[in-house]
């Protein structure tokens, strides 16, 4: 059973005041904040360890990010996971899902074998949900997102996903590309010994070269979505200073309540 974990490191969500938005391109500047593990990507890993623990096979990492995550993923290997790809390059920079999907899509069928991907099923930092569907069909895999349940009996997944007013069951076969749900399992704490092997367990970083990626498919260049204009929400309230003795500033009152309908 070898299972391949997409993880992005987001910002740590205590230094999100450290976030700015770029007024020209309109994108996020996360530069200055720490980064850790999106967290429902530490469920994806935990799901993917307790499928481990059970059928035996390998569990391998995967990220498209900056160089900088190599720390972000070796805390995925302490947790137990067995290997890490770490997709990076300048010409990622500017991605959008389907363009982030698509460097993602090429380091999976570069892995090659693996019997399952597993994602989490949002983003902390953009949180479109748009990965696990878009992997699916770039990969050729049947996808579903928000699992709060994988089952693996005999070569059958028994899937349940958690939907608006409540849960739907699935039945599937390997391979599919799942998004798991953060209520699905807890996930385990790093041990000592964790992090002490965590560092010697095999890291691999891929470049778009590496990957045969055409630089027109990836990045700005290869991202259909473009960034809106954006405006901050206006907070401002009307005041008005009321002058005179107390008993004309209070009829004064009584007259802006009446007229604004506050009062009759
Ligand atoms: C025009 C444009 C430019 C952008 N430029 C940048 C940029 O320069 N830098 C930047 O950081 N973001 C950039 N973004 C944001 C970027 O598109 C998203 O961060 C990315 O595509 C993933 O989308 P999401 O976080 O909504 O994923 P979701 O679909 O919400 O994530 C679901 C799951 O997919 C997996 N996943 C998502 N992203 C990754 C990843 N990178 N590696 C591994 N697994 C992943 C994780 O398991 C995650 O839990 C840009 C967006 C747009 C629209």
């Not at 500017?94 to 993602?104: I, K």
């Not at 597993?118 to 902390?124: D, H, K, Q």
């Not at 039945?171 to 749900?181: Q, R």
Request: include cysteine.
């Amino acid at each position: 059973m070898n299972i391949a974990v997409c993880v992005k490191p987001v910002p740590d969500p205590k230094h999100y005041d450290k976030i700015t938005i770029d007024p020209e391109t309109k994108l996020l500047n996360r530069q200055g904040a720490p980064t850790v593990i999106n967290p429902a990507d530490k469920n994806a890993i935990e799901a993917a360890l307790q499928l481990k623990e059970q059928f035996g096979g390998k569990v391998v990492l995967l990220s498209m990010a900056p160089p900088s995550a190599r720390e972000t993923l070796t805390e995925g290997l302490a947790m137990g996971a067995d290997e890490a790809f770490l997709l990076s390059d300048r010409a990622f920079v500017g991605s959008d899902t389907l363009a982030t999907a698509r460097v993602l899509a090429a380091g999976l069928k570069k892995i090659g074998s693996h019997d399952l991907v597993l994602t989490g099923s949002e983003s902390a930092d953009s949180g479109t949900s748009h990965i696990p569907s878009q992997l699916g069909e770039l990969l050729g895999y049947a996808h579903l997102n928000c699992l709060t349940e994988i089952q693996l009996e005999a070569s059958t997944l028994r899937l349940k996903s958690r939907i608006e007013n409540g849960y739907a069951e699935y039945e599937g076969s390997l391979p599919m590309v799942l998004g798991v749900a953060r209520e699905i399992n807890t996930p385990r704490y790093t041990t000592l010994m964790g992090v002490v092997t965590a560092g010697k367990k095999p890291f691999t970083l891929w470049g778009i070269d590496d990957l045969g990626l055409d630089p027109a498919c990836v990045g700005l260049a290869g991202s259909p979505t473009r960034p809106g204009e954006l405006h901050m929400p206006s907070h401002g309230r009307k005041s008005e200073m009321l002058a005179g003795e107390p008993g004309d500033v209070a009829e004064k009152i009584l007259a802006i309540l009446r007229s604004a309908g506050v009062l009759a």
